[in-house]
C-alpha cells in the first residue's frame, strides 16, 4: 500500500512537473511570437517609411513637372499676347494710314 501511494505521490510530483514544463514551453512560445510580431511591425514600419518617402518624391517630381509646364504656358501666353498687341498696333497704324489716304478723315 506503501508503494502504491508512493506511485500516486510521484505521478501527482511527474504532472506537476509536466505542468510546470509546458507552461514554461508556453511563456517560451508566447515570447517568440512576440518578438516575431515584433519584427514584423518594424519592418511594416520601415516599409511605410520607404513608400512614404518614395510618394513625397514623386509628388515633388510632378509638382516640379507642373511648375515648368505652369511657366511654359505662362512665357508661351505673354508671348502670344505680345504677339497680338504688335499686330493691334500695326492693324491701327494700317487702318489710320488707309483712313488718312482716303481723305475720310476731311469729310471728302
Known amino acids: 500500500m506503501e508503494n502504491f501511494i508512493k506511485n500516486i505521490f510521484d505521478i501527482d510530483e511527474e504532472a506537476e512537473k509536466y505542468q510546470?514544463?509546458?507552461e514554461k514551453e508556453?511563456?517560451?512560445l508566447m515570447q517568440d511570437?512576440?518578438?516575431?510580431i515584433e519584427e514584423l511591425d518594424k519592418e511594416y514600419i520601415n516599409v511605410l517609411a520607404d513608400e512614404k518617402s518614395n510618394l513625397n518624391?514623386?509628388?515633388k517630381n510632378i509638382e516640379t513637372q507642373?511648375?515648368?509646364?505652369?511657366?511654359?504656358?505662362?512665357?508661351k501666353s505673354e508671348e502670344i499676347k505680345n504677339i497680338f498687341a504688335q499686330k493691334k498696333v500695326?492693324?491701327?497704324?494700317?487702318?489710320?494710314?488707309?483712313?488718312l489716304e482716303s481723305?475720310?478723315?476731311n469729310g471728302q
Open 57 to 59: 518624391s514623386r509628388l
Open 66 to 75: 507642373d511648375t515648368k509646364q505652369l511657366d511654359d504656358y505662362k512665357r
Open 90 to 99: 500695326l492693324l491701327v497704324k494700317s487702318f489710320a494710314k488707309s483712313l
Open 20 to 22: 510546470k514544463s509546458l
Open 33 to 36: 511570437r512576440k518578438s516575431k
Open 26 to 28: 508556453k511563456l517560451q
Open 103 to 105: 481723305g475720310e478723315l
